[in-house]
């Protein structure tokens, strides 16, 4: 059986390729699903693909993955210094948490620096670009002990 990842993103992703791509780049979010939905098959793994300027529709996504997913991907933008209901739902959730972030925001204005929903987080990627999000796959399967021999050749063990 494989295993099923939610992938979620925050407000204001939706215009990624649009709003200050001097930070985020000119990759845009419909090319971002396409490049994790052919990951995840390369992965052995479906997932499903939401965004939501919503912080209610995202911690509702939350919730239903603890029925459905395996492992939750999260970018959750600007939610991540602000959102006490998105951390005490990830905190309801069994499995693998990774959340990712375009930029750096360790080297970013104070506003975008210290991402609180790290804290409920399995792993942090950042800076990596929307390449990040592959990273943050490869570290969900590994995490559920489902890296394909492809990307492990003598892995290292998980910690």
């Known amino acids: 059986m494989s ?19 001097h930070i985020y780049g000119s990759t845009t979010l419909e090319t971002i699903e396409a490049a994790c939905r052919n990951f995840a098959g390369r992965l052995g793994m479906s997932i ?4 939501s300027n919503h912080e209610g529709a995202l911690v509702d996504l939350i919730q239903q993955a603890r029925a459905t997913a395996n492992a939750i991907v999260i970018n959750p933008a600007a939610y991540s210094f ?8 990830l905190k309801t959730f069994e499995g693998p948490i990774v959340e990712v972030h375009i930029s750096n925001i360790h080297a970013r204005d104070e506003l975008h620096r210290h991402s609180k929903v ?11 670009g929307a390449y990040g999000y592959l990273l943050a796959m490869q570290a969900a399967a590994q995490l559920l002990g489902r890296l394909p021999e492809f990307l492990a050749p003598g892995a290292l063990p998980r910690v």
């Open 3 to 21: 295993a099923h990842l939610l992938i979620l993103n925050g407000p204001n992703l939706n215009l990624l390729g649009v709003r200050e791509p």
């Open 48 to 51: 499903a693909f939401h965004q």
């Open 82 to 89: 602000t959102s006490v209901a998105i951390i005490d739902a």
């Open 118 to 128: 790290s804290a409920s987080a399995s792993v942090v990627i950042c800076g990596a």
